[in-house]
Structure formats: structure tokens, C-alpha cells
């Protein structure tokens, strides 16, 4: 995934603005590659920070739509990366904050909260290839934590650390049964050159139960 910030000197401006934004016209800041059009300010009720809108075409083809503050993407913005990933959401001083959805290159969608550009908090990470997806917690960008795999016909519940289930969890199966067992890590030994060893992980089945309600409804 490749992650752009850009802080910007916005440089001269034609137009005037008060510091009530009442008296601002939309201007527009001429550069020979780049431009950013911009509209009236607001004030964000929570800090008081003054908010305008704008729109700005970066050199390397990526392109920003929607609020800044302080010559920074600041607000509800959408973000157009070169790459032809998206994100749509909130914006904290240059860094996705908050509720957003990025859409990366190859179609695969994450949906959920971020905290300092990374994904942080509650979130759901779609691949497109398979329409598999991740439903859960996530921590500084990894799976962690108690989360869920979902398939076309089953899901795994369970704990997950570092993008990988870990311990104790169970398959729920749409034909009504569930499978409950552990996930164990191992390391393989690897050549003594390598600094790392090699780790696979090893589901130990401990039971198979029925389940006492109806088969669950697939999620879309």
C-alpha cells in the first residue's frame, strides 16, 4: 500500500479573506504544475479551527477534494493517489483520522477507523479476487486482537495477532455446525544465514457441535 502525505505551501492567493471567513472569495493559487482551487471558510465547532474546502492537483498526478485547514487536508476530504487507489474519509492534520474507506489498486476495500494514517480500531478489509473478508479489530495497520474471517459458506472466529489467527477459535459452517480448536504457531528451521525462522501455523481441531439455532443468514 503506498501511503502519500503532502504538506503544502499554498504560497500567494487571489482573493481576500477575514478572519471570520464572511468575507472570502473563492480563489484560485496559480503554479505551473500544480493548482488548488479553494471556496468560503467555516469554523469546526469542536476546536475552532477555520475549515475551507478545496481541490488540489499534485505534479505526480494525485489529487485532493475537500476540506484543509492550516495549509493541511484537515476535515472530510477524498484523497486520489497515482497509483489509482482512494481514500474517502476523515482527515486530521495531513494524516487519515477517524472513519474512512480506502480503496487500494487491485480492487481490495477497507472500511473502518484509522488513527495516524494507519488502520486502527474497527474495521472491514474486503478482497475483491475472492469476496472473502476480515471483520474485526485492528492495531498500527494489523489484524489483532478478536476478529473474523467470512467466506462464501463458513467464517472463522477468533484471536488474531499480527495478520494471522493465533489460539483459540472456531469455523461456523452455514450447514449448521461449528468446529472449535486452536491455532498454534510454529517455527521451522531455517539456514543459519537467515535471521529469522520460518512460521507456519497449524490448526488443532478439538470438537465438532451442532448449533442449536438455524443455520446463519451469509453476509453480504
Known amino acids: 500500500m503506498t501511503l502519500t502525505t503532502s504538506t503544502v505551501n499554498l504560497g500567494s492567493m487571489k482573493g ?13 493559487l496559480l503554479y ?19 475549515i475551507q474546502q478545496g481541490a488540489y492537483h499534485f ?3 494525485a489529487r485532493y477534494v475537500g476540506d484543509y485547514a492550516q495549509n493541511k487536508k484537515h476535515g472530510q476530504g477524498t484523497f486520489f ?9 476523515s482527515w486530521v492534520e495531513d494524516l487519515r483520522e477517524g472513519h474512512g474507506v480506502y480503496t487500494y489498486p487491485n480492487g481490495d476495500t477497507y472500511d473502518g477507523e484509522w488513527q495516524h494514517h494507519l488502520r486502527h480500531g474497527q474495521g472491514t478489509y474486503q478482497y475483491k479476487d475472492t469476496g472473502a473478508k476480515y471483520k474485526g479489530t485492528w492495531v498500527d495497520g494489523n489484524m489483532e486482537l478478536a476478529g473474523e474471517y467470512i467466506y462464501s459458506n463458513h467464517r472463522y472466529q477468533g484471536n488474531f495477532v499480527n495478520n494471522r489467527p493465533l489460539g483459540p477459535g472456531k469455523y461456523v459452517f452455514d450447514i449448521g455446525c461449528e468446529q472449535h480448536g486452536e491455532y498454534h504457531k510454529q517455527e521451522e ?4 544465514e537467515t535471521l529469522a525462522p520460518e512460521v507456519t501455523l497449524t490448526w488443532i481441531p478439538k470438537g465438532v457441535s451442532s448449533m442449536t439455532s438455524l443455520a446463519p443468514v451469509k453476509e453480504n
Do not use: C, H
Open 59 to 61: 505534479k505526480n498526478g
Open 81 to 89: 493517489y497515482p497509483d489509482g487507489s482512494k481514500y474517502e474519509g
Open 32 to 50: 505551473p504544475t500544480e493548482t488548488f482551487t479553494k471556496a468560503p471558510t467555516r469554523t469546526e465547532k469542536d476546536t475552532g479551527i477555520f
Open 189 to 192: 528451521e531455517r539456514p543459519e
Open 16 to 28: 481576500r479573506e477575514t478572519r471570520q471567513g464572511r468575507d472570502t472569495e473563492s480563489a484560485k
